[in-house]
C-alpha cells in the first residue's frame, strides 16, 4: 500500500518536473514566435518598399517607350516630307540653286537650261553659268544679300540643236535670325512665252494692216457712192445713197499700193488683202485721218446694214404672205377634203340603204324553200350584191387611205378564228372551180394576239380572193409561220402562193397601184377594179409591214408579209378546249393538209393526236392499244368521195364488232359539197357528223358533247352545267326589241332576222314615236337608225340617257345601225350614248352576234351606259388632237414638243393682253389677240380651245361692244386650264 503511495509520489513529482520544463519551453517558444513575426514584419516593409520601387521603374520605362514612338513618329514624318519635297524639286520644271556668301552651290536639283552639266556641292556658281552671264548673276546674288528683297533678271542662251531660248530667274534671300544666310535662284524656260509673244505681236501688226485695208476699202466704196449720187444729181435724178462728204477731211485719200517685195508680216497679210485697186492707208498717214476715215466707214456700214435690214423686212412681209395664201389654199383643200368625205359618207348611206334590202331578202329567200333554178337564181343575186358592197367598202377605204384618215385597231382577238374565217369564205368558191385551197398553219403559234384582226383578215381575204381568182387549176396554198417569238411579241410571216398565170416581171410593181392589174386585158377576163392589192399593201403598211410578190409567167405567184403582233398575257384555252386535255383522237385521212390542221388543233388543246392513211391500220391500232390498257376516245374518219364510204363503211362493222371498242367515239368528216347522208349507215355506227373545212370550234365542240357530257363522265355536273330542268327555267320569254328605222325595206329585213331568232319586234320610224314606246314598254334592247326625219338617232339616244323623257330605262342598250361607214361615225355613235355600232347592210350573222352578245337568256343587257362611258373616255380627246397633230407634222416629235412648250409659254401673257383689253374696253385689240389664239391652238390641236377663241373674235367682230366678252374670256381661261392638263398627260411631254 506503502510502496504504491511512495510510487503515486514519485509519478507525481515527476509530472510536476515536466510541467515546468513544458512551461519553459513554451515560453521560448513563444519567445522565438515574437522574433519571427517582428522579422516577418520588417520583410512585408522592405516588399512594399520594393514594390514602389518596382512601379517608379515601369512608370519610366513606359515614358521612355512613348518617347521612342514620339520619336520615330517624327522621324517618319521627317521622312515622308524629306521624301516628298524632294519629289517636288525633282520634278520641278524650274531649276532651282541654293548658294551661300561666297556664292557657293549648296544645293542644285538639275543643271541650268542652256548651260553646262555637272552637279556638284560646293562649286562657284560661276562654274554653271557662261562667262558672258557671271558679272549680272553675281551682282543679282550680291544685291539679295545686301536688300534681303527678291530680283529677277532675264537672259537669253543658246540651247541644244542650235536654236535660243530665253531663261527668267528669279532670286530670293533666305533668312535666319535677321540675316540672309543663303539665296535661293529659281530658273524658268521662257522660250515658249517669248515665242507667244512674237506671234501675238505679228497678229496685232497683221490686223492693223488688215483694219487700214478695210477702212480704205470703205472710203473708197464712199468715193464711189459720192460719185453715183453726183451723176444722179446731174441728170435730175434722185440720190441713190445720201453719202455725207467727210467734212474733217481736207484734199484727197492718200492710197498706196501696199510695198509688194515686203517680207515676214507684211507679205502675209499683202497675199491675204489681195491690194489690187490700191486702196491700203499707208502706215505713215495721218492720225486723225485714219480715225476720220474709221468712223466714216463704220457710220458706212451701219448704213448698209439698215439698207439690208429693210430688204429682209420687205422680204419676211412677203414670205408671211406667201405663208397665209398657202394657209388659206389648205383651208380651201381641207374644205374640198370635208366636202369630198362627206360626198362619199352620204353616197355610202344612199348605197347601203338599198343594198341591206336586197341582201337581207335574198338571206331570207336562201332559208324558204325553193326549186334549183330558185334557188341558183336568188345566190346569183346574193352574189351580186356582195360584190357591190365589197366594191362599196373598197372605195370608202381607198379614199380614207388617200386622206389618211384609216385609223388601226388596238384589240385583243384569236388568230386562228381569223385564219378559219378566211379559209371558210373561201372554200366553196375553190371547191366549185375544183382547185385546192390548202391551209398549212404552224402549230408553234401563238393564237391569242392584240391587233387589228378585221385589217389582217381584210389583207388576206384580198390575197387567197386574187389567187382563186387567177387559178383555173392547181392549188391555192395558205401557209401561216411564226418567225420569231419573245415574251411580250411575236413575228408572224403570211403566205398565199398559187399555181395561176403568173405576173409578168416588168408589171410587178403596178399590181400595188391603184385601178390597175398586172395588164389591161385581165380586167375584161377576170374582172375586178384593181382596188384590193393597193388598199392590202396600204393596210400593211399602216401596220409596220409591207407584201411582197414573188411571180413569173405561167408558174403562178406568192405575195407574202410579215406582222409584229403583241401576245396577251393569258394564252389559256376557253372551257371545253381545257376539258379535252389528255384525251386521245385518231384521224384516218390520207390528205396532209387535212391532218397538219387537225394536228394544230390537238396541240393547241393537249389532246395526243396520231394520224393514220389507211382504215385497216388504223382499226388494227385502235385494237392493239385498246388491249394494251391505252383505249383510244375517238376516231375521225375522212371521206374522200362516194366509191370510199363502202370501205369505211365496212370500217365501222368492223369496229362495231370489236368489244373492247365498245367506248370509242366515231366521227364521219365529208368533203366540201357531199350529198352523203350519215342516216344511211346503221344506227349506233356514226357519233358525229362534221364537213370540211372543219373549224376549231365546231371540231372542240363536237369532241366535248362526245367526251366530256356523255352519262357517267360527270362533266355537267363538275363544272356546273346546268340540266334540261335548269335550262328551262332559265329561258324567259324571248327578248323584246324595238327597232327605230324610217325605211320600210330595211324594217321588213330587221323584222325577219330577229323573228327568225325567236325575238318579239317593234317598229318605231323616229325619233319621236321611239321615245314613246320606251316610256309606255319595257324593252330589252334598241336598234336605232340615225338619220331620220323628225328625230334623228342620236338625238333620241342623247334624251333617252337624260332619263327626262318619261323612258323606263334610260340604260336600255341601243345599237346604231347606219349605213354611215366613214371615220368617225362609231364615235359619234359613243359619243351620243349609244352602245355599239352595226353598219348596214346588217347581215344574218351580225344579228346573231349581237344576241349572243346581248344575252339570249337574260334580261340584262351585256352593255351598259356606264360600259359606255369607259369606251366615250377612251376615244381620242377633242381637247388635244395629238394624233391629228403629229400628222400635220409628219410625226416629227421634235418640232411637236418645241411648239407644244412654246405655245403654253405664250398663251398665258395672250390671255392677260384680253383681260386687260376688256378692262380698258379695247375691241379691236380683243379682236386681234382672239385672232392669234385662235390660229395658235388650231397648229396645236386644240379644237375647244380654238372654237373659245372663235366665239370670243366673233362676238368683238358683230356685236362692236364690250358684249359677252367678260363671260367668253372666263370660258376661254377655263378652256386654256383644260388644254394645259390635257397636253402635260400626252404621250409628247410625258417622255
Not at 544645293?107 to 537650261?113: D, G, Q, T
Not at 423686212?313 to 419676211?316: E, I, K, P, Y
Not at 346569183?380 to 352574189?383: A, E, K, P, Q, R
Not at 340617257?801 to 323612258?807: D, L, N, T
Given at each position: ?6 510510487q ?5 513529482a515527476l509530472?510536476?518536473s515536466q510541467?515546468r520544463?513544458?512551461?519553459?519551453a513554451e515560453h521560448?517558444l ?11 514584419i ?5 516588399s512594399?518598399e520594393?514594390?514602389d ?15 521612342q514612338?514620339?520619336l520615330?513618329?517624327t522621324?517618319?514624318s521627317?521622312?515622308t ?7 517636288v524639286?525633282a ?5 532651282i540653286?541654293c548658294?551661300?556668301r561666297?556664292?557657293r552651290v549648296i ?7 542652256g548651260?553646262?552639266s555637272g552637279?556638284?556641292i560646293g562649286?562657284?556658281l560661276c562654274d554653271?553659268v557662261v562667262?558672258?552671264?557671271?558679272d549680272?548673276?553675281?551682282?543679282a546674288?550680291e544685291?539679295?544679300?545686301t536688300s534681303a528683297?527678291?530680283?529677277?533678271i532675264?537672259?537669253r542662251?543658246?540651247l ?9 530667274s528669279r532670286f530670293g534671300?533666305c533668312i535666319?535670325n535677321?540675316e540672309?544666310?543663303f539665296?535661293v ?9 517669248k515665242r507667244?509673244?512674237q ?12 483694219n487700214?485695208f478695210?477702212?480704205?476699202r470703205e472710203a473708197?466704196?464712199?468715193?464711189l457712192?459720192?460719185e453715183v ?6 441728170l435730175?435724178r434722185?440720190f441713190?445713197?445720201?453719202?455725207e462728204?467727210a467734212?474733217?477731211?481736207s484734199?484727197?485719200v ?11 508680216t ?9 491690194d489690187?485697186d490700191?486702196?491700203?492707208i ?5 492720225p486723225q ?10 457710220m458706212n456700214?451701219?448704213h448698209?446694214?439698215?439698207v439690208?435690214?429693210?430688204a429682209l423686212?420687205?422680204?419676211?412681209k ?7 395664201n ?8 381641207d374644205?374640198a377634203?370635208?366636202a369630198k ?8 348611206h344612199?348605197?347601203?340603204t338599198?343594198?341591206?334590202g336586197v ?5 331570207l329567200?336562201l332559208?324558204?324553200a325553193?326549186?334549183?333554178?330558185q334557188?341558183?337564181?336568188?345566190q346569183?343575186?346574193?352574189?351580186s350584191?356582195?360584190?357591190l358592197?365589197r366594191?362599196v367598202?373598197d ?5 380614207k387611205?388617200?386622206a389618211?384618215k ?8 384569236d ?7 378566211v379559209?371558210?369564205?373561201f372554200?366553196?368558191?375553190a ?9 398549212l398553219?404552224d402549230h ?8 387589228d384582226?378585221a385589217?389582217l ?8 380572193s ?7 387549176e392547181g392549188?391555192?396554198?395558205f401557209?401561216?409561220?411564226l418567225e420569231?417569238e419573245?415574251?411580250a ?5 403570211f403566205t398565199v402562193?398559187?399555181t395561176g ?6 408589171r410587178i410593181?403596178a399590181v400595188?397601184?391603184?385601178f390597175?392589174?398586172a395588164?389591161?386585158?385581165?380586167i375584161r377576163?377576170y374582172?375586178?377594179t ?15 409591214s409591207?407584201?411582197?410578190?414573188q411571180?413569173?409567167?405561167?408558174n403562178?405567184?406568192?405575195f407574202?408579209?410579215s406582222?409584229i403582233?403583241e401576245k396577251?398575257k393569258t394564252?389559256t384555252n376557253?372551257?371545253?378546249e ?15 393538209p387535212?391532218?397538219k390542221?387537225?394536228r394544230l388543233f ?14 385497216n ?6 385494237e ?7 383505249p ?6 375522212a371521206?374522200?368521195d362516194?366509191?370510199s364510204?363502202m370501205?369505211?363503211q365496212s370500217?365501222?362493222?368492223r369496229?362495231h364488232?370489236i368489244?373492247?371498242l365498245?367506248t370509242l367515239?366515231?366521227v364521219?368528216?365529208?368533203p ?6 350519215p342516216?344511211s349507215l ?15 370550234r365546231?371540231l372542240?365542240?363536237?369532241?366535248f358533247?362526245l ?6 363522265t360527270?362533266?355537267?355536273d ?6 334540261e330542268p335548269?335550262?328551262?327555267?332559265k329561258q ?5 326589241i ?6 320600210v325595206?330595211?324594217q321588213q ?5 330577229l323573228?327568225?331568232n325567236?325575238?318579239?319586234?317593234d317598229?318605231?320610224?323616229n325619233?319621236?314615236e321611239a ?5 309606255t ?6 336598234l336605232m ?15 333617252i ?7 323606263l ?6 345599237i346604231a ?7 368617225g361615225?362609231?364615235?359619234?355613235c359613243?359619243h351620243?350614248g349609244?352602245?355599239d355600232?352595226i353598219?348596214k ?8 352576234g ?6 339570249r337568256y337574260s334580261?340584262?343587257p ?5 360600259q359606255?362611258?369607259t369606251m ?6 377633242d381637247i ?5 397633230m403629229?400628222?400635220r407634222?409628219q410625226?416629227?416629235r ?5 411648239l ?7 398663251i398665258?401673257r395672250?390671255?392677260?393682253?384680253l ?6 374696253g ?11 389664239v385662235?390660229g395658235a ?9 380654238s372654237?373659245?377663241?372663235v366665239?370670243?373674235?366673233?362676238d368683238a ?9 367678260g363671260?367668253?374670256i ?7 386650264r383644260?388644254l394645259?392638263n390635257?397636253m402635260?398627260?400626252?404621250s409628247?411631254?410625258?417622255?
Open positions: 500500500m506503502e510502496s504504491s503511495h511512495r503515486l509520489l514519485e509519478e507525481l509530472l510536476r510541467s520544463q513544458s512551461r519553459k521560448e513563444m519567445r522565438q514566435q515574437k522574433l519571427l513575426r517582428e522579422q516577418n520588417n520583410l512585408i516593409r522592405k512594399v520594393l514594390s520601387v518596382k512601379r517608379q521603374l515601369e512608370d519610366k520605362n513606359y515614358e521612355l517607350e512613348l518617347s514612338k514620339k520615330e513618329q522621324l517618319d521627317l521622312r516630307s524629306e521624301n516628298t519635297l524632294r519629289s524639286l520634278n520641278s520644271p524650274d531649276t540653286i548658294v551661300d561666297d556664292h544645293y542644285m536639283n538639275r543643271p541650268i537650261a548651260y553646262h552637279l556638284t562649286n562657284h554653271y562667262a558672258d552671264h557671271h549680272l548673276y553675281h551682282q546674288v544685291e539679295v544679300f528683297r527678291s530680283s529677277q532675264e537672259t542662251v543658246h541644244s540643236g542650235g536654236e535660243d531660248g530665253y531663261l527668267e534671300p535666319d535677321g540672309v544666310v539665296v535662284m529659281i530658273s524658268t524656260d521662257i522660250s515658249e512665252r507667244i509673244e506671234q501675238l505681236h505679228l497678229s496685232f501688226e497683221r490686223v492693223d494692216r488688215i487700214r478695210l477702212i480704205g473708197r466704196n464712199m468715193e457712192k459720192r449720187d453726183k451723176l444722179l444729181a446731174e435730175d434722185p441713190k445713197y445720201h453719202v462728204n467734212d474733217a477731211v484734199g484727197p492718200p492710197f498706196s499700193l501696199m510695198d509688194e517685195n515686203a517680207s515676214g507684211a507679205a502675209i497679210s499683202s497675199a491675204l488683202l489681195t489690187r490700191q486702196v491700203s499707208p502706215e505713215n498717214a495721218d485721218l485714219v480715225i476720220q476715215l474709221q468712223r466714216d466707214a463704220l456700214l451701219l448698209d446694214a439698215n439690208a435690214r429693210n423686212l420687205d422680204a419676211n412677203k414670205l408671211e404672205d406667201a405663208i397665209r398657202a394657209r388659206k389654199m389648205a383651208a380651201h383643200a374644205a377634203n370635208d368625205s362627206q360626198f362619199l359618207a352620204n353616197m355610202s344612199e348605197i347601203r338599198p343594198l341591206n341582201i337581207g331578202m335574198t338571206d329567200l332559208e324558204s325553193l326549186d334549183t333554178e334557188r341558183k337564181f336568188a346569183t343575186i346574193s352574189s350584191g356582195r360584190n358592197l366594191l367598202n372605195i370608202l377605204d381607198f379614199s387611205i388617200e389618211n384609216l385609223e388601226i385597231e388596238y384589240l385583243d382577238f388568230l386562228l378564228d381569223v385564219l378559219e374565217e379559209i371558210a369564205l372554200a366553196y368558191s371547191h366549185e372551180k375544183n382547185v385546192d385551197l390548202i391551209f398553219p408553234t403559234i401563238p393564237f391569242r394576239l392584240k391587233g384582226a385589217r383578215q381584210q389583207i388576206l381575204v384580198n390575197l387567197v386574187n389567187a382563186l381568182k387567177f387559178t383555173a392549188e391555192v396554198v401557209s401561216v409561220d420569231r419573245s415574251d411579241t411575236a413575228t408572224i410571216r402562193s398559187d398565170i403568173g405576173i409578168d416581171s416588168e410593181e400595188f397601184a391603184p390597175t392589174q395588164d389591161g386585158s385581165m377576163k374582172g375586178g384593181g382596188l384590193g392589192l393597193s388598199i392590202s399593201n396600204q393596210l400593211a403598211r399602216k401596220m409596220n409591207e407584201i411582197h410578190v411571180s413569173s409567167p405561167e403562178g405567184s406568192t407574202c408579209f406582222m403582233f396577251q394564252q376557253e372551257r371545253n381545257a376539258l379535252l386535255a389528255g384525251r386521245k383522237v385518231m384521224l384516218v385521212d390520207d390528205y396532209e387535212c391532218r390542221l387537225l390537238a396541240v393547241s388543246w393537249n389532246v395526243r393526236f396520231a394520224a393514220e392513211s389507211e382504215l391500220e388504223a382499226i388494227d391500232l385502235l392493239r392499244d385498246a388491249r394494251n390498257g391505252s383510244w376516245d375517238c376516231v375521225i374518219i371521206v374522200k362516194s366509191a364510204m370501205e369505211i370500217m365501222f362493222e369496229l364488232n368489244s373492247l365498245d367515239r366515231q364521219l368528216l365529208l366540201l359539197g357531199s350529198t352523203f347522208n342516216d346503221p344506227a349506233g355506227f356514226v357519233s358525229a357528223v362534221l364537213q370540211k373545212p372543219v373549224r376549231s365546231d372542240s365542240s363536237c369532241l358533247d367526251l366530256c357530257t356523255s352519262p357517267g360527270g362533266a355537267g363538275e363544272d356546273g352545267a346546268p340540266s335548269e335550262k328551262e327555267s324567259v320569254k324571248p327578248l323584246r324595238l327597232v327605230v328605222e324610217d325605211s325595206v330595211n329585213v330587221l323584222v325577219a332576222m323573228s327568225k325567236g325575238c318579239s319586234v317598229i318605231a320610224e325619233g319621236v321615245l314613246k314606246a320606251l316610256g314598254t319595257p324593252y330589252d334592247l334598241v337608225d340615225c338619220q331620220m326625219p323628225e328625230m334623228d338617232g342620236f338625238e333620241a339616244t342623247r334624251r340617257r337624260s332619263g327626262e323623257h318619261g323612258v330605262n334610260p340604260d336600255i342598250a341601243v345601225v347606219t349605213a354611215n361607214a366613214m371615220k361615225d362609231r364615235e359619234r359613243l351620243a349609244m352602245n355600232y353598219p347592210p346588217v347581215r344574218t350573222s351580225d344579228i346573231v349581237l344576241l349572243e352578245r346581248i344575252g334580261r340584262e351585256v352593255l351598259d351606259y356606264s359606255y362611258k366615250e373616255m377612251a376615244t381620242e380627246s388635244f388632237q395629238e394624233r391629228e403629229l400628222d407634222l410625226h416629227d421634235e418640232i411637236a414638243i418645241m407644244i412648250e412654246h405655245f403654253l409659254d405664250d398665258p395672250q390671255l392677260s393682253i383681260r386687260t383689253a376688256h378692262e380698258e379695247n375691241i379691236a385689240q380683243i379682236k386681234l389677240t382672239a385672232h392669234s385662235k391652238a388650231l397648229i396645236v390641236g386644240g379644237n375647244r380651245f372654237n373659245a377663241a366665239r370670243l373674235e366673233e367682230e358683230h356685236h362692236g361692244t364690250m358684249g359677252q366678252s363671260k367668253l372666263d370660258e376661254l381661261e377655263e378652256e386654256f383644260t394645259h390635257e402635260q398627260q400626252s409628247l411631254l410625258k417622255t
